[in-house]
């Protein structure tokens, strides 16, 4: 079993849509849980960090972390072209090691 | 501006030939890495260092080899050892302690020519 599992999608969206983006683990052990966004040949570029579980929101961005359910979501608001883009997730246990998800594509369709 | 430098963006390789791909940081971080992605299967960790003029293996380090001379600078050599080097490889780096996240370079695409 991998530790981050992630459906790759495609997923393709209207604009102004909300997005839900989707990760699962396995160890119930990790405590920081983080989204990046990669654009196409570019490397991935941090949205969200959080530490445990609860919610955390940034503008049109809410990371949410459930740890009993060894599940976090990335949800994005009034979905834009430009938020077209590769999202990943990634967690870890210390801040030294860190495990990613395969990435989910998605497409904001205006 | 700080950030992660990775060069060249794209290079090419020929068989039974070394190259080095350049990572430089300007964000003062201690630990750096190496990660290789290919697609479908995220990012796969190379090599990693957390202080200078020491480095550890990581996942997939066979066919690779770094140094770790410059708090700035974690060079990353494709050796002719590594039989299939087509991939996207990406540098981070981060503060090396807990809760800091890792930030990435624009990466460098080697292919074989």
């Known amino acids: 079993q991998k530790e981050v599992e992630q459906d790759p999608g495609p997923l393709s969206v209207p604009e102004g849509a909300i997005v839900s983006l989707n990760c699962t683990y396995s160890?119930?052990?990790?405590?920081?849980f983080m989204w990046y966004r990669q654009y196409s040949r570019k490397g991935p570029e941090l949205l969200m960090y959080?530490?445990?579980?609860g919610n955390k929101e940034d503008g049109r961005f809410t990371a949410q972390v459930d740890k009993s359910s060894k599940y976090i979501s990335l949800f994005i608001r009034d979905s834009q072209p430009s938020d077209s883009a590769t999202y990943l997730c990634?967690?870890?246990?210390?801040?030294?090691?860190?495990?990613f998800g395969t990435g989910t594509s998605l497409t904001v369709i205006p | 501006d700080g950030g992660i430098t990775q060069s060249p963006k794209y290079l090419f390789r020929k068989e039974g030939q070394n190259v080095t791909l350049s990572c430089e940081q300007n964000?003062?971080?201690?630990?750096m890495y190496w990660y290789r992605q290919d697609p479908g299967q995220g990012l796969r960790l190379i090599y990693y260092?957390?202080?200078?003029?020491?480095?550890q293996k990581g996942d997939i380090a066979e066919g690779y080899s770094v140094s770790r001379e410059k708090k700035e600078s974690f060079p990353l050599t494709v050796t002719s050892a590594q039989k299939n080097p087509t991939a996207f490889y990406l540098c981070?780096?981060?503060?090396?302690?807990?809760?800091?996240?890792?930030?990435f370079g624009d990466g460098t695409r080697l292919s074989i020519l």
């Open positions: 990634a967690m870890s246990l210390t801040g030294n090691q860190f495990y």
């Open positions: 160890n119930s052990a990790f405590q920081y």
């Open positions: 959080t530490y445990s579980s």
């Open positions: 964000l003062n971080h201690d630990a």
């Open positions: 260092s957390q202080i200078v003029n020491d480095f």
């Open positions: 981070a780096s981060n503060l090396g302690r807990l809760n800091q996240p890792q930030h």
